[in-house]
């Protein structure tokens, strides 16, 4: 059934050697896309690229410092070299996060944040739009958070890179329907990766547990949980929805502490 399958489609996934991007590399390959991903670490890379071809999946990669203006155009000529000139599917996910009070932040956490979280998935669009377009059937999700739609303690600068990624997201669905783009938003709510891992001296982690426990589904999700919808907003199943910024955050707006 052609509405549930990606078979045919290429992808590019950003930060696809760990967390949610691994998961997204898997979950689109298993759908029968081809999928090339970037991080900065060639070892591991090529670790995970060994684990996909023993299990089957078409998967390449290549270092991207995604914060770097020039890195990004060398990563997009791979792409479009790899996939002669079509792109399906671009998966923005990379990111990083910043854990301090605001006037902690230097300018420099700052502009990391923005360049890696904001700039970077902003470039790649405009780099990918041509070859998105060329597809005849391309698909933009972003991966946000719930952080960019409210006040999470400490992570302000985050939360800004996030907000902008939310509205970044209705733009291009009203720029690029008329190329056949679609462009939607994933927001998490607190998912088992690399990025959650606390400083050993971190002061905020009963913090974070506690808000954890405030929730509808007092737990963290899986990256396969966020995995699913992202492939699901490529399908052809979902033609239809352009623009939208959607929670997978096991009810986090709600508090139903007894
Ligand atoms: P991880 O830290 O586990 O993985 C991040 C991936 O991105 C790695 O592959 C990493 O590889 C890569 N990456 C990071 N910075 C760069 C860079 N500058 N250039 C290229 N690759 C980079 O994070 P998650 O899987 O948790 O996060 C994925 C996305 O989900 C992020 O956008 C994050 O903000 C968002 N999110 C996560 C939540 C969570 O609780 N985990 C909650 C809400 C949103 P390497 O470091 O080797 O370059």
Redesign the pocket.
Known sequence: NQRWSLQGMTALV??????????IVEELAALGAVVH?????QT?INERLQEWQSKGFKVSGS??????RE?REKLMETVSSVFYGKLNILV??????MLKPCVEHTLEDYSTVM???VE?PYHLSQLAHPFLKASGNGSIVF?????GSLALPRLSA?SA??GAINQITKNLACEWAKDNIRTNTV??????????IPKPDSPYVEEFIRLIAGTAMPR??E?EE?SSLVAFLCLPAASYITGQVISVDGGSMFHCND
Do not use: F, H
């Open positions: 950003t930060g696809g050697t760990r967390g949610i991007g691994y998961a991903t970037c991080s900065r670490n591991e270092v991207c410092d995604l914060s770097s890195q923005n996910n990379a990111g990083i996060t360049s890696t979280n970077a991966i946000s958070s719930v952080a985050y890179s996030k927001s998490p709510w607190g998912v088992k990766t690399t990025i959650m963290t999700g990256p966020i």
